[in-house]
Nanobody, 115 residues
């Protein structure tokens, strides 16, 4: 059974940093691609960053140069390093994986950035 658990959210002032973690169990970690999504109040869930199984990364324009997605295969953990945070980054952040035709999401972790 695949389980996805995020952690690391919190409240910071604008310009601060946070690192989100996502631990995934039940899969062969290094064979998969992973994504981070976020959902702000009243808005649709949006893709923030992706990491392919080959190590390629991609980011939505609003976070390019500020966020870094990475993983540690030995720890079965995906990370999202978020720097120079802005109030518009406030959202619930979700880790996502698609495997064997199914989609798995974590419970989400709240990030709040104050001005």
């Amino acid at each position: 059974q695949v389980q996805v658990v995020e952690s690391g959210g919190g409240s910071v002032q604008a310009g601060g940093s946070l690192r989100l973690s996502c631990t995934v169990s039940g899969i062969t970690f290094d064979n998969h691609a992973f994504d981070w999504y976020r959902q702000a109040p009243g808005k649709q869930r949006e893709l923030v960053a992706l990491l392919s199984s080959g190590g390629s990364t991609g980011y939505t324009d609003s976070v390019k140069g500020r966020f870094i997605i990475s993983k540690d295969n030995a720890k079965n953990t995906l990370y999202l390093q978020m720097n120079d945070l802005k109030p518009e980054d406030t959202a619930v952040y979700y880790c996502h994986i698609s495997t064997s035709g199914r989609h798995y999401w974590g419970q989400g972790t709240q990030v709040t950035v104050s001005s």
